[in-house]
Nanobody, 119 residues
Framework: QVQLVESGGGLVQAGGSLRLSCAAS????????MGWYRQAPGKHIEYVAR???????YYADSVKGRFTISRDNAKNTVYLQMNSLKAEDTAVYYC?????????????WGQGTQVTVSS
């Protein structure tokens, strides 16, 4: 079994910054892509950013230039540095990892961490 544990959420004023972390542990052979998604109240979950095992990064247009995704392969951890936060960034943020384990590859999700941006 694999667990993803997120941390770093909280309350911040508009224009501020937060850094989210997500650490994977358990029966891991390797991890390919790792990413972040978010779900605002009353809305569907949406893609935020992802990083490949090789370090290539991709972003949703809504966060491009403000958020930076990175990963530490030695620690099986992905980060999301969020700058210039806006009220519309308020959401529960979830990390996702595509993990190759003993039984094959599958997606795993974290439990979510709340980010609230006050205007």
């Amino acid at each position: 079994q694999v667990q993803l544990v997120e941390s770093g959420g909280g309350l911040v004023q508009a224009g501020g910054s937060l850094r989210l972390s997500c650490a994977a542990s358990g029966s891991i052979v390797s991890i390919s892509a790792m990413g972040w998604y978010r779900q605002a109240p009353g809305k569907h979950i949406e893609y935020v950013a992802r990083v490949t095992s090789g370090g290539s990064t991709y972003y949703a247009d809504s966060v491009k230039g403000r958020f930076t995704i990175s990963r530490d392969n030695a620690k099986n951890t992905v980060y999301l540095q969020m700058n210039s936060l806006k009220a519309e960034d308020t959401a529960v943020y979830y990390c996702k990892a595509v993990v190759l384990g003993v039984g094959g590859a599958r997606d795993y999700w974290g439990q979510g961490t709340q980010v609230t941006v006050s205007s």
